[in-house]
């Protein structure tokens, strides 16, 4: 696809979005619909803005969008959400592929449309109420967005392949950090368990375009020693082995159990809390193998009793999977995990982490704290099989020798590893009960 005929499908896009919700007006539903939100949701001065913008969705400033203070399409009813989702559609449009020196947009806005039109075929009735207003059209639309979505993966991905690294900037659009492919994956599988009903053609499933040599995943592993993969699987099973023993015999009572937890999270109302419960029949730990199918929030939502009973199940999950080489693999649950055991939550201390874990004895504490250790060995056992190199990129106005390229890259590496986080949560907490 060239240039030309990728902003003639975006300009088309943005025409039928517009034409789609015309006479779609913020009405006395919709009024209620954004008076519901709580103020913890939504700051009042914002409440506030949005009521006073106009009765039509084309006034929803820009910059209130951008500036991403709430996930509004999220907070609000079927009502709220049918008038403001067309503002975000259409911001999101014109905004995605900006080109300017700097990316100046929160990532949030555009995750808030991402997150709420990405569902699988385990859709909670929340959401399905949410499009309950829309018409035939208006879901069409919504259909077209995401194939777009798809085509934009593929067609950035063509642009990046025939650069030169070294020579030319970073697209500086709005690009999810999961890379062009697994967020294609993501779309597309969207697209297939629901959206693609309301499409007049079936979807070609088509893998993603693999047209260079020199992409990650195109040649991402490398096989380390042999003897080095044996003591690292080692190590793993006797954490695996100790986390068994550790928390052997825990039992949930009344505590939460894991598909109350997911529709918690789903914002579920009682009664549908109450019928997912029933489908929790376990009595031990060690059945539950559903785990890595929630959000990153899943054991968040868990009481006191709940998050003893799952965090094993949680844990010896993480240990299996870790190391999935499968490219198309994703899962909020490491995640989930990590904020729980105060290596991904950036404001978490010791006595935060103790408060969660005060029912927890001092073997079970150690045997986290242990896996808290064993995080390390993860990423070295990762950075091993690693045939990957960053291409280092020097801007020629930076002033500075050679030094100054050795610091950009040990603060790139720094940034992006957790290895910081994890030492944090040692010193600040998990480290005593090594």
Not at 138 to 155: P, T
Not at 253 to 262: F, K, Q, S, W
Not at 329 to 338: I, L, M, N
Request: hydrophobic letters at 35%; one cysteine or more.
């Amino acid at each position: 696809m060239t240039r030309e005929e990728y902003e003639a499908k975006k300009q088309t896009l943005l025409t039928e979005v517009e034409r789609v919700f015309e006479g779609v007006e913020r009405d006395e539903k919709v009024t209620q619909s954004l008076k519901d939100i709580t103020s913890h949701q939504i700051r009042d001065e914002d409440r506030a803005l949005l009521l006073n913008a106009g009765k039509r969705w084309q006034d929803v400033p820009d910059k209130w969008i951008q500036e991403a203070r709430t996930s509004l399409l999220i907070d609000v009813d079927a009502h709220g959400f049918r008038f403001y989702l067309p503002a975000y559609l259409s911001w999101f449009l014109r905004f995605m592929d900006y080109e300017g020196s700097y990316f100046p947009f929160s990532s949030s806005a555009f995750r808030c449309v991402l997150c709420i039109l990405m569902v699988d075929t385990e859709m909670h009735d929340y959401r399905l109420k949410k499009f309950s207003l829309l018409d035939s059209e208006q879901k069409k639309i919504i259909a077209q967005f995401l194939v777009f979505q798809c085509e934009r993966c593929i067609f950035h991905f063509e642009q990046d392949e025939m650069k030169d690294p070294l020579l030319e900037p970073e697209f500086l659009g709005y690009r999810e950090s999961l890379g062009y492919k697994n967020t294609y994956l993501l779309y597309r599988r969207t697209l297939y368990s629901h959206w693609q009903q309301f499409l007049e053609v079936d979807l070609v499933r088509a893998d993603f375009p693999y047209t260079a040599s020199s992409r990650r995943w195109k040649s991402m592993w490398k096989v380390p020693e042999q003897q080095k993969v044996k003591a690292y699987e080692a190590k793993k099973e006797a954490l695996i082995a100790e986390i068994e023993r550790a928390f052997d015999g825990i039992k949930r009572g009344d505590g939460t159990t894991l598909n109350e937890a997911y529709v918690i999270d789903d914002y579920g109302e009682a009664e549908e809390q109450a019928q997912a419960r029933l489908l929790d029949t376990d009595t031990r730990w060690q059945d539950v193998t559903n785990v890595g199918g929630g959000s990153m929030w899943t054991l968040s939502m868990m009481d006191a009793n709940g998050f003893r009973y799952y965090l094993p199940a949680f844990l010896i999950w993480c240990l299996h999977f870790t190391d999935c080489e499968e490219e198309d693999f994703y899962s909020e649950t490491f995640d989930g995990v990590d904020f729980m055991l105060g290596i991904r939550s950036y404001d978490a201390k010791g006595f935060i982490l103790e408060e969660k874990f005060r029912i927890f004895d001092e073997e079970q504490k150690r045997a986290i704290a242990h896996f808290v250790q064993f995080r390390f060995e993860q990423l070295d056992f990762r950075d091993e099989r690693l045939n990957f190199s960053r291409p280092l990129i020097k801007n020629e106005d930076d002033e500075g020798d050679e030094n100054d390229v050795d610091e950009e890259e040990n603060n790139f590496e720094e940034k992006y590893s957790i290895r910081k986080d994890i030492q944090r949560a040692l010193d600040t907490y998990w480290g005593q009960f090594l």
